[in-house]
């Protein structure tokens, strides 16, 4: 299999006026192309680091990053812009990146029409529904044309139906335009039902502490209908000992 | 929306609003009025002295012979001087705050001195400027500037630095430029923060130029004043 992006002894230190703060050490791991691999670990111990240095928006100390294709970056709040439409929100990763062609405004339309967004598109984003913002700010995310996808818990702010069914769309949607996913979360059930495979890491700083792969032997395997499978529970069990900060 | 589609319930709302909206301005009207007649009132019962805070009825005699008393030339010059002094306070301040915005450093080193300068009783500055810009109009300008310009640095540059991180972020994450932050993100999210501190200017401008008319006054609304009451 084909990988999209590999990490070599990834370190990182940030330097701040009370001292250094070792956020990652030697971290090590690659991602196929398709896959969906999930981040987990306990709270502050690097997570949001580790991808805005994959996504390049803060350096790294030490190590190498390879990349193919272009990088999306979804974080945790929307961040739509409250002054915008929503076609205008979508529309702003283009904008910035002076893409605004033709085919992308087709393209963006298409995916507004496919993902149940188009009769809004002239709303503003305080008159949609927490899950149809998140939807607006990953169409806003897919119209640059990602080859990877960086989410950084882009869905705790949800309630916890709507990120069930939100984390459901969402995996359809990427699935569908053939996406690869690297997701950083907290919650282990989410983690277990999106991915291929599941990174623990270590309290701060990050090591990666062990790597599980994820295979419920299910065709048409979805976020909710691989919760059913017998394997979930288990896989659950082995990962929250794993979580467990007494080891 | 179509008109018929409107249901009950939103016309009771709209009604609702506009009723609401009715009242708060009757209520300003009445408490205009209000203020009027009292003063009107007390003046010619003597209560107060209406040679020192005028009366109604004497200012609406002066404003009836406008031409004739020359108030409608003063009161241009004074329009005039206001706006002026407001639009460069405006302008010079938000291009003063977009560079300090753009540099920490530039930020840092000036900091101590726009605190200091925005505690100065710039009337204080009167003299000093007459004697830099001479004794006319570009007195009175400079006067209408230097009491609001300072003030509009100082908030719209905290607007700026307020602006909301995460939308700062996610522009970064479609690799936006410092130039796009800036026009994309920053000043839009600051609007209400403009037009607040521009209603807040137009106050100070027009304190700063009628302080520089009384200091420099030859034309405006400070010497139409000692027309009006010469032995004030
Ligand atoms: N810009 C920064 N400067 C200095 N230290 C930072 C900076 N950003 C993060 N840190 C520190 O690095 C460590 C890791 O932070 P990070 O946000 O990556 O953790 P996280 O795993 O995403 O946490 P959470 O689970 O709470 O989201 C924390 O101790 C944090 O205080
Ligand atoms: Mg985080």
New binding site residues.
Partial sequence: MKKVLELKNISKK???KNGE?E?LKDINFCVNEGEFVSII??????????L?IISGL?PKTEGEIKVEGRIGYMLQRDSLLEWKNIYDNVMFGLEISRKKTKESQTYVEELLKKYGLYDFKDKYPNQLSGGMRQRAALIRTLAINPKILLL??AFSALDYQTRIMVTNDIFKILKNEGITALI?T?DISEAISMSNRVIVLSK?P?TVKNVHTIDFEMENRTPINCRESPKFSKYFDTIWKELDVHA | MHEKNISEDRKKYLRKIRANKILVILTQLSILILFIVLWEVLANKKIIDSFITSQPSKIIDTFLNLSSNGLLKHLGVTLTETLIGFISGVILGVFIAILLWWSKFLAKVSEPFLVILNSLPKVALGPVIIVWVGAGMGAIITMGLAISLIVTILEILNGFLNTDKELIKMAQTFNATKFQILTKIVIPANISTFFNSLKVNIGLSLVGVITGEFLVSKAGLRIFNSIWRPSF
């Fill in positions: 940030y330097q701040a703060i956020a670990g306990p709270s502050g111990c690097g997570k949001s680091t580790l805005s803060e950084d818990e950083v907290h701060r990050a």
